[in-house]
């Protein structure tokens, strides 16, 4: 059982930067509603009933002049966001008079939020854990519905009530082992074994199901790094304005970070796509042709899926087959484009049917049986999972390795005919680290880190 720690009140604009209609000042703490109340004419905010609306305006104490029209929230603990007293102030005037009022409150000696505090406040007060509020940054970053469902299912608690119950179950068997140990008249060493075994080796089935969901919720956090290669003038260009087109560019806009490289998803079926090098393609033709092959190795390292454009108009090409063999390797389509005109491309048995597509991209052909390929190649995974949750964080997916390892010593040990002792070590170290994916066993240096990575005023 967590209690409700009390903490100084701090405050944020928790609205995107930016012109809306109308953006949110958010205080949270022990001082939130006195805070607010001290700038606000109206009805007295310390009196209203928890969960209002008040409409009034926030006055400078200095001068007394209006700052802005205002509503505000009063929403009183524990059924809040952060578990303590928060304040809402919904502001109409735009970013002056919102950034007007943070100051005024920080003047009244509200502290400026860091990053992602008010959910740290959250976690800290035990309104949710780690993998919820996790969860919380995913949703914000979410680059499909797909991703966003995952993200909401997380924030729900799933992973949280999975994770706990293998913790549950840890827990009684190593508390029946110390049982077994303080009464050693009886003979239970075997039974004791037998008991640590099986406990092990169904949490580490459990470990394991989640951990085939891995790659798959990386690729709906990170993107499939996807690269579209092949000599000039075969159509990738072309390919690639297709993929951007027809509402498939996502928006990649991170707040509260900046990017060195712009980083280029589409959306294919709900399967975020991360292009990469894509600027390579946009350069000027005779540009791509110098960088050419040399380029497209690169690109074809670092890419789980290689779109392999070829020209099915013209006979194959030296280059043509540096680059088949190049990829022959990787997760790849071979796309034979411009199949409105004829075809003289003879491919022999260089590549399996099922990696082709023949597309015209002029026309239009083919290009939807294109996607319909990259969403299989994806889906096909996820069909055998038994589990709707995913892990997509790669703390989480860390630190179920971790425990694996830690179940399979626990196995290994017993199967050796290791002391009880020793296979118990083990097991209480798997229940350490399903405590830290939950936090319930979290250094306190990890979440800071991991709460600085959120958005300002979230
Ligand atoms: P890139 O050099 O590989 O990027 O190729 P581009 O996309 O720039 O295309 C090169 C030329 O081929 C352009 O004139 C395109 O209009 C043309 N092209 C692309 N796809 C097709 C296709 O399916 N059929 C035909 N006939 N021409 C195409
Ligand atoms: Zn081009």
Known sequence: ?????????????????????????????????????????????????????????????????????????????????????????????????????????????????????????????????????????????????????????????????????????????????????????????????????????????????????????????????????????????????????????????????????????????????KLIDTAGIRDTEDKVEKIGVARSRKAITQADLILLVLDASQPLTPEDLELLDATADKQRIVVLNKQDLPVRMELGDRVDASQIVRTSITTGAGVAALDTKIADLFNDGIENSQTTLMVSNSRQIGLLRQAKVSLQAVLDGIQAGMPIDLVQIDMTAAWDKLGEITGDAAPDELITQLFSQFCLGK
Do not use: W
């Not at 709906?220 to 498939?248: C, F, Q, Y």
């Open 1 to 273: 059982a967590t209690t409700i720690t009390e903490y100084d009140t701090i405050a944020a604009i928790s609205t995107p930067p930016g012109e809306g209609a109308i953006s949110i000042v958010r205080l949270s703490g022990e001082n939130a509603v006195q805070t607010a109340e001290t700038l606000f004419k109206g009805k007295d905010l310390t009196k209203v009933a928890s969960h209002t609306i008040n409409y009034g305006h926030i006055l400078d104490p200095d001068d007394g002049q209006v700052v802005d029209e205002v509503m505000v929230s009063v929403l009183r603990a524990p059924k809040t966001y952060t578990r303590e007293d928060m304040v809402e102030i919904n502001c109409h005037g735009g970013i002056v008079p919102t950034n007007r009022i943070l100051q005024l409150l920080l003047g009244q000696g509200a502290r400026l939020a860091e990053p992602g505090e008010f959910t740290k406040r959250a976690f800290l007060n035990g309104r949710v854990d780690l993998t919820q509020a996790e969860s919380v940054m995913d949703l914000i970053r979410a680059k499909t519905d797909r991703a966003m469902q995952v993200a909401v299912d997380q924030l729900d608690g799933d992973l949280r009530r999975l994770i706990t119950n293998l913790r549950q179950e840890i827990l009684e068997v190593l508390a029946q082992v110390e049982v077994n140990i303080d009464y050693p008249e009886y003979d239970t060493d075997q039974m004791t074994t037998q008991m640590l075994k099986e406990k092990a080796e169904m949490v580490l089935a459990k470990v394991d199901e989640l951990l085939q969901t891995a790659s798959q919720g990386k690729v709906l956090r990170e993107g499939l790094a996807t690269a579209i290669v092949g000599r000039p003038n075969v159509g990738k260009s072309s390919l690639l304005n297709h993929m951007l087109h027809e509402d498939k560019a996502i928006v990649t806009d991170v707040a509260g970070t900046t990017r060195d490289v712009l980083e280029e998803y589409v959306n294919v079926r709900g399967v975020p796509l």
